[in-house]
């Protein structure tokens, strides 16, 4: 099989223009992420997918392809598959252009699943929650599984309801924090690139719910590290911070 990684990046963010190229401890947000997604030893190719010739500048300078994309896409998931028109790939690996903590072994414990499962759809990873916060937050995606460790729902509401007392034991068991790294067999991501959103989607904003509801089986791989994304100018200081304290945040929890 062959799996191929692609970094979406693109310059108009609404909350933070030009992220990709803002500096961490001297070195660019996208050149953290290609560092890290290097290292994996399962990827057959990795390129970045992008909109904005700054950025397809920098990717250049750090060794990596880089595919142009249209501007008006809605989302990298679908500047993802537009990369990857005409390209030889098995499964697709959606690696966010904004987590500069990512690392080649999150991405291979994403990947490994496909070889195992010829039918599976998708893959994505998932943590156990450890603080009330992050059961409470809408800023995180919690995912409740089957037996078989695929997603049976996605929500930033806190899953599942309980008629009982509140047990912080019981309910961190029973749910995962999302991490928002994808990985696809590439001709679900044409079924689901060429399809509306779904309502469900629309609702909770979280596109996996649209697999859902296409009846796909996205396999939920358990994980110790953490994933940090930055989405405002404030999140430099603290990813920094956890560089320094260890490169997946371990220590900083």
């Keep these: 099989m062959k799996y191929v990684g692609v970094i979406p990046s693109r310059w108009a963010s609404t909350r933070f223009p030009g992220k990709p190229l803002t500096l961490i401890n001297g070195k660019s947000l996208l050149a953290w992420v290609i560092e890290g997604a290097k290292t994996s030893k399962l990827l057959n190719e990795l390129l970045v997918a992008t909109d904005d010739e700054r950025i397809a500048k920098e990717a250049s300078a750090q060794g990596l392809e880089v595919v142009m994309t249209d501007s008006s896409l809605a989302s990298g998931t679908d500047r993802v598959f537009a990369a990857l028109k005409g390209r030889d790939c098995d499964v697709a690996v959606n690696i966010q252009g904004d987590e500069p903590l990512m690392t080649g072994e999150l991405i291979?414990?994403?990947?490994?699943?496909?070889?195992?499962?010829?039918?599976?759809?998708?893959?994505?990873?998932?943590?156990?929650?450890?603080?009330?916060?992050?059961?409470?937050?809408?800023?995180?995606?919690?995912?409740?599984?089957n037996q078989k460790s695929e997603a049976l729902y996605f929500?930033?509401?806190?899953?599942?309801?309980?008629?009982?007392?509140?047990?912080?034991?019981?309910e961190y068991r029973a749910v995962l924090k999302h991490l928002g790294i994808y990985a696809?067999?590439?001709?679900?991501?044409?079924?689901?690139?060429?399809?509306?959103?779904?309502?469900?989607?629309?609702?909770?904003?979280?596109?996996?719910?649209?697999?859902?509801?296409?009846?796909a089986r996205i396999k939920v791989v358990k994980v110790d590290q953490e994933s940090w994304g930055v989405d405002t100018p404030e999140d430099v200081q603290k990813i920094e911070r956890l560089m320094k304290e260890g490169r997946n945040g371990s220590k900083g929890e």
């Design 108 to 145: 291979d414990q994403l990947i490994a699943p496909f070889s195992e499962d010829p039918q599976l759809d998708m893959a994505t990873l998932g943590r156990e929650i450890k603080t009330l916060e992050d059961l409470k937050s809408p800023n995180t995606a919690k995912i409740v599984l």
């Design 184 to 215: 696809y067999r590439t001709s679900f991501l044409g079924d689901f690139c060429s399809s509306s959103p779904s309502e469900l989607e629309l609702m909770e904003g979280l596109e996996q719910l649209r697999a859902l509801s296409l009846g």
């Design 155 to 170: 929500s930033r509401h806190p899953i599942p309801f309980t008629r009982c007392d509140f047990d912080p034991e019981r």
